[in-house]
């Protein structure tokens, strides 16, 4: 159940085949197992069972919210939370309870998503690996593979064990690593640089960064206000395109949201027969550094011009 997409999950609960306490529950118990990852700051259990408590009733009258009704996600601790400690991972915000929901916190808990908790972070979301923060690093649910586990054993680089963990990418680590070890169905995170997208890339998601203007920042805690946008993490990309549609919209709260005039619907991929999928070519820093000590007319790009950008650098 725990490994099914939303729709899935949703149909379950409106056929009676699990409850969302049921569910809930295991995904509280995942979350105490997998305590190891450090992925959460806060786990907000009572909130989590009562949110439950409330959905089983909703759908025992058939008045189901929608496919999020039911479905535990995970908020990054940069996203203000009502009576639920805030604390951006930074010693400077401990104890802070905000009076308030962020905009897209409240959009989920009012579809009856169930809030699991508050997830690790980079302190004030700066930072690529989730390694920064106070809490502690958050470890990549991968690092504990049965196929990275045989790998390391054959290329031993440490005699600590512990030491042989993967980081999950960040700032949005903690989300990634939540979602990934399947303590929940979807999380929030926040993107600037690549804070969604990259964790995302590290454990195996779908990180999807939105236009900006196109979700609400208003409650988000701010890196870059010109830049910062709440991303998404999931391990589907229909999920993906569900949550997405709950978020989406003007907020009065914050001015720079647009009007969405139709619903975002996620178009049907069954015939992949026309779809173009770039792969850079450039695989490796190493292999950066040489093409830009020189010219590049390299047949490793096809003989041709290629732009290729990145944070780093650039490529003609």
Known sequence: MLGQTLREVSAALKQGQITPTELCQKCLSLIKKTKFLNAYITVSEEVAL??????????????????????????????????????????????????????????????????????????????????????????????????????????????????????????????????????CYAALGSDTGGSTRNPAAHCGLVGFKPSYGLVSRHGLIPLVNSMDVPGILTRYVDDAAIVLGVLAGHDPKDSTTVPINKPLVLSSLEDVSKLCIGIPKVTSFLYFRKILSSPIESTD????LVGFESLLCRFY
Request: proline fraction near 4%; charge should be neutral.
């Open 301 to 304: 790009l096809g003989g041709r």
């Open 50 to 183: 009562k949110q439950a408590e409330e959905s089983e009733k909703r759908y025992k009258n058939g008045q189901s919210l929608g496919d999020l009704d039911g479905i535990p996600i995970a908020v990054k601790d940069n996203f203000s939370t009502s009576g639920i400690e805030t604390t951006c991972a930074s010693n400077m915000l401990k104890g802070y309870v905000p009076p308030y929901n962020a905009t897209v916190v409240q959009k989920l808990l009012d579809q009856g998503a169930l809030l699991m908790g508050k997830t690790n972070l980079d302190e004030f979301a700066m930072g690529s690996g989730s390694t920064d923060g106070v809490f502690g690093p958050v470890k990549n649910p991968w690092s504990y593979s049965k196929q990275y586990r045989e790998k390391r054993k054959q290329n031993p680089h440490s005699e600590s064990g512990d030491s042989d963990w993967l980081i999950t990418g960040g700032s949005s680590g903690g989300s990634a690593a939540a979602v990934s070890a399947f303590t």
